[in-house]
């Protein structure tokens, strides 16, 4: 890729090609990921959940999802700010509220499972900003982005040509 301005012109690296193309050679895993994502998605706060879907393939390296979920968080209002700011949220904390900080403690949690568990604080964090049943559709958000993200780190999704209002991973 090459692009011109009026001092200087920066050639990047080659795009690197997928490995295969996982949807289309597994449809029906496609399709149920699709609607799965759909329903984990359900009773959450569409801004948390793309901050959420955003940190998760940031910690996954992901780069595909990385590049979808901020183009849709943008799209739907979200500050470059915020999304700017997510990979130091520690650091950043007065760029959330109470409720986003525990949504992003629990990712970190859920996607990393380094000690082979959820730490009780930090479940314990998340169960006082969410209902019950908002706290399982969280958890479900959670979980179904770190499918996507395997399938994007395997498969070698590239990133860059993604469109808001296009398929959701």
Known sequence: MTTTNEEKTVEYAAEI????????LAPDVYKAMVRLDAAARQGLDPTLYELVKIHASQINHCAFCIDMHTKDALAAGESVERIVQLSAWEESRHFYTEKELAALELTEAVTVLTDGFVPDEVYEKAAKHFEEAELAQLIAAITVINAWNRFGVTARMTPGHYQPGGHHA
Not at 17 to 24: D, E, H, M
């Open 17 to 24: 090609a997928p490995r295969l193309q996982w949807a289309k």
